[in-house]
C-alpha cells in the first residue's frame, strides 16, 4: 500500500467464498499484536484466501506511459475523479521517484479478484488474466526469535499461566512482539530491520496452510502497447466504459453552484480580545466553536482555528470546520492543521508514518474517527464551504512540484500562529482556548520564533485531579489507565511541556465538566426558547443524537463528556452569572511513557506548575447561557443548511444571488 497517515501496516487478503464473519472487534482501536494474530486466524482458518502481496503489487509500478494514456482517456466521471487523485498522489509525492516507487496496490488487487471471480468455474487450475498465480504453503508470522523467550512485549505470553487463544508456547508467535517503528530490538548496525511481526513466510508442517498466491503482474499480450502490464489497458477500459457510469458530479448535479464566501464588514466596530481556538474536532468541539461565533466580536474576536488531529477525528475533518463557519458567514477565519501525530512518534525519517501508541485509545465508531468524521452523519446537512482540506501544494513550500491549484494548501497551525501574531495591534496578546490534545500548544512553545509570550492565558478544556481513589478518569478504551483524562493521555508529553511552561493556564479539568454535561437538562433550555435559530437547531439536533445514542447503546455510554467540552467557550464570555469559584493548585503531568500512568495528573503542596482550577460553576446558569447564546438573532447564520443552499443554487440566472 502506499505510504500514508497509518500506524499500521496489513496484508491485502481476497475471500473467494461467500460467508459472514463475525465483528469480535468493534470498540476501540486493536493492537499490532492482535491485528497480526487476527490475519493469521484468518488465513489459518479454512477459509478459501488468495494473497496478493507486496511482492506482486511491487511488479506493477505506475510508470509515464500508463499515467499519460490515463491523462488521454477520462470519459466518465469516475474516470476523471481516479485520475485527479492519482495525480495529486504524482503532485505531492515526497521525492521524484514517484514512477518507480508508486504502485497499483489496491487496484491491481481488485483487478486480480475479479479475474478470480470470473473465472471461478475452473477452480483447479485458476487462471487468472492480470497475474501469474501459484499455490504456496505460507503461515504469518507474529513475533520475533528467540521465540519462548518472555521480554514483557508478548501480551499474549508475558505474565500469564497459559498463553491466550491456545498458542504454542515457543511457536512462532511467542517471542519478542515490535514495541513501535523505531523498537531497538528490531533494529541491527547497518539500520536495517530485523523483526518480522506480520512476515509471511512460506513453511513446511503443521504451521503451513495452502494459500493461492499472485506472483506477479502478466505483461500485456499486445507487445507493441506502451501500456507493459495486462491489467493496465483492462482498468482504463472498464473504468472509461458507459457501462454502470455516474450520472453527474458536483457542477452538473449543481449547474447554478458558484464559490461564493462570506466575510463580515465590521466596518468600525471596536472588535474585543483576540481569541484562538485549539480543537480535536469531536463532537464537543463543534458546538464550542458555535458558542465562540455567538459571542459579541466587541467582547471576542475569533481570529483562527488551530486543529489537533490526534483527538477523534482524522485531519480531513477540518472540512466540517470550514462547512460550519459558511453557515456561520465566517469565511475570513483561517484553519490551521496540526501534527497528526503525538510528539516524538512520527517516525523521524519519514514524517507521514508513526506511532500510534497513545492515539490507539481513540475509538472507531463510539464517538471517535468515523462518528467524529461524520459529525454523527450530521455533517451533510451544513452548506458547502468552497474552501476545503487539501493537499495541493506548492515549491514555495517545500514540494517537489505545483499542483494545479497551490493556492488552495491547507494552511499548517503554525503557520497560521504565525499569521495571527502578525496582525495583532501593538501591545495586544491573544487568549487559547484549547479543547483537545496539547501537541500543537507544545509546537508554538518549543518554535523557533518563540511566540509564546504574546500568550495571555490559555484555557485547557482536560485532564483530572482525583479526588479520591474511587474518582476515575474517562480513558475507557485503555482498561490500566484509571486516572488520566483524554486529552492527556493521547498526548502526555505536550502535556507535560504545557505544564512546565511559564504560560498563565486556567484548567477546566473532567470532573467539573461531568457535573454540568447532562443533556437531558441543556437540551430541556434549548427546547423551551421563545426564539430559535439555524445554529440553535443544528446543536439541539447533535446533542439529541449524542443523548439517544447514550440510551440505546453501551457503547456510548461516555457521550455526555462531549457536552461538558462547551465549558470552556462558556467560560471565556466571561458572565459572572456562572458563579463560577477558582482553586490554585501545584501539579504535574506524569509522562513517562507507561500506559497506565500516561496522562495522570500528579497535585503537590509546593511544587510543579501553579493553575488556576474550576472548581466550581452554576450548571443551570451554564445551560442558560449556551441556550441564550445560540438562540440570539445576532451573528446568526447566513446559510440554513445545505437544503437552503442548493435552493440558491439552483435559482434562475435572473434571481439574486448571494453576494460575494
Not at 76 to 86: D, N, V, W
Not at 235 to 261: A, R, W
Not at 429 to 434: A, F, G, N, P, Y
Not at 564 to 571: D, K
Amino acid at each position: 500500500m502506499p505510504p500514508r497517515l497509518v500506524c499500521l501496516s496489513s496484508v491485502v487478503i481476497l475471500v473467494t467464498c461467500s460467508l459472514t464473519i463475525p465483528v469480535i472487534l468493534m470498540q476501540s482501536s486493536i493492537s499490532m499484536e492482535t491485528l497480526l494474530l487476527l490475519t493469521r486466524l484468518v488465513i489459518h482458518s479454512g477459509i478459501p484466501v488468495t494473497l496478493v502481496p507486496l511482492d506482486a503489487t511491487n511488479t506493477i509500478p505506475i510508470n509515464q506511459n500508463f499515467y499519460e494514456a490515463f491523462e488521454k482517456s477520462q470519459t466518465t466521471y469516475e474516470a476523471q475523479y481516479c485520475f485527479k487523485s492519482l495525480k495529486m498522489q504524482h503532485d505531492t509525492w515526497f521525492d521524484n521517484q514517484f514512477f518507480t516507487s508508486y504502485f497499483m496496490w489496491d487496484s491491481f488487487t481488485s483487478g486480480v479478484a475479479v479475474s478470480i471471480m470470473q473465472n471461478s468455474h475452473n477452480s483447479s487450475h485458476p487462471e487468472n488474466e492480470f497475474a501469474e498465480m501459484a499455490y504456496m504453503n505460507i503461515t504469518v508470522i507474529t513475533s520475533n526469535e528467540p521465540y519462548g523467550v518472555s521480554d514483557g512485549s508478548n501480551p499474549f505470553f508475558d505474565g500469564l499461566k497459559a498463553p491466550k487463544f491456545n498458542l504454542s508456547k515457543n511457536g512462532v508467535h511467542s517471542g519478542h512482539v515490535q514495541t513501535g517503528l523505531r523498537d531497538p530490538f528490531c533494529i541491527v548496525k547497518n539500520g536495517k530491520g530485523k523483526c518480522k511481526d506480520g512476515y509471511t513466510a512460506e513453511v513446511t508442517g503443521p504451521e503451513a496452510v495452502t494459500v493461492l498466491v499472485a506472483i506477479k503482474a502478466k505483461p500485456n499480450k499486445d507487445v507493441e502497447s506502451p501500456l507493459n502490464r495486462e491489467f493496465f489497458k483492462s482498468f482504463l477500459e472498464v473504468l472509461n466504459s458507459p457501462q454502470q457510469t455516474g450520472k453527474f458530479n458536483f457542477t452538473t448535479q449543481f449547474p447554478f453552484y458558484k464559490e461564493v464566501t462570506y466575510k463580515p464588514d465590521f466596518g468600525n466596530t471596536k472588535l474585543g480580545k483576540p481569541v484562538v481556538f485549539d480543537m480535536d474536532m469531536s463532537a464537543g468541539d463543534f458546538l464550542a466553536l458555535l458558542y465562540l461565533l455567538k459571542v459579541p466580536v466587541e467582547e471576542i474576536n475569533l481570529k483562527a482555528i488551530l486543529v489537533t488531529p490526534t483527538g477523534w477525528a482524522n485531519a480531513a475533518t477540518i472540512d466540517i470546520i470550514y462547512d460550519l463557519l459558511h453557515m456561520m458567514g465566517r469565511d475570513d477565519i483561517p484553519v490551521g492543521r496540526g501534527d497528526v501525530f503525538a510528539m516524538n512518534q512520527s517516525d523521524p525519517s519519514f514524517s507521514v508514518v508513526g506511532d500510534c501508541k497513545n492515539v490507539k485509545a481513540v475509538p472507531h465508531g463510539a464517538g471517535g474517527l468515523l462518528d467524529s468524521d461524520t459529525l454523527y452523519g450530521l455533517a451533510r446537512d451544513l452548506p458547502r464551504s468552497p474552501r476545503r482540506y487539501t493537499a495541493e501544494n506548492s515549491v514555495k513550500y517545500g514540494a517537489q512540484r505545483d499542483t494545479d491549484n497551490p493556492e488552495l494548501r491547507q494552511p499548517l497551525a503554525l503557520e497560521v500562529w504565525d499569521s495571527v501574531v502578525k496582525t495583532l495591534d501593538p501591545g495586544s496578546k491573544v487568549t487559547i482556548l484549547t479543547n483537545g490534545p496539547l501537541t500543537t500548544l507544545a509546537s508554538i512553545i518549543l518554535s523557533e520564533n518563540n511566540t509564546s509570550s504574546l500568550i495571555q492565558d490559555v484555557y485547557i478544556v482536560g485532564g483530572h485531579i482525583s479526588r479520591s481513589e474511587n474518582d476515575k478518569g474517562n480513558v475507557f478504551s485503555i482498561p490500566s489507565s484509571e486516572y488520566a483524562e483524554f486529552n492527556m493521555f493521547l498526548d502526555p508529553l505536550a502535556a507535560k511541556i504545557v505544564f512546565d511552561s511559564s504560560l498563565n493556564i486556567t484548567l477546566i479539568p473532567l470532573g467539573i465538566q461531568q457535573r454540568v454535561g447532562y443533556f437531558p437538562k441543556i437540551l430541556k433550555r434549548l427546547r423551551s426558547t421563545k426564539k430559535t435559530t439555524p445554529e440553535a437547531l443544528f446543536a439541539r439536533r447533535l446533542l439529541s443524537r449524542l443523548y439517544r445514542l447514550q440510551q440505546l447503546h453501551h457503547s456510548y455510554h461516555h457521550m455526555g463528556t462531549f457536552s461538558g467540552e462547551l465549558l470552556g467557550a462558556v467560560l471565556l464570555d466571561g458572565d459572572s452569572h456562572l458563579s463560577q469559584s477558582f482553586k490554585l493548585k501545584h501539579f504535574k503531568v506524569f509522562a513517562d511513557d507507561i500506559e497506565s500512568r500516561d496522562g495522570e495528573i500528579l497535585t503537590y503542596q509546593n511544587q510543579g506548575k501553579l493553575v488556576k482550577v474550576l472548581d466550581k460553576v452554576n450548571p443551570r446558569a451554564y445551560y442558560e447561557l449556551f441556550a441564550e447564546r445560540l438562540s440570539d438573532s445576532k451573528q446568526s447564520a447566513v446559510l440554513a443548511s445545505f437544503e437552503e443552499q442548493k435552493k440558491l443554487w439552483q435559482k434562475p440566472p435572473n434571481q439574486t444571488e448571494p453576494a460575494e
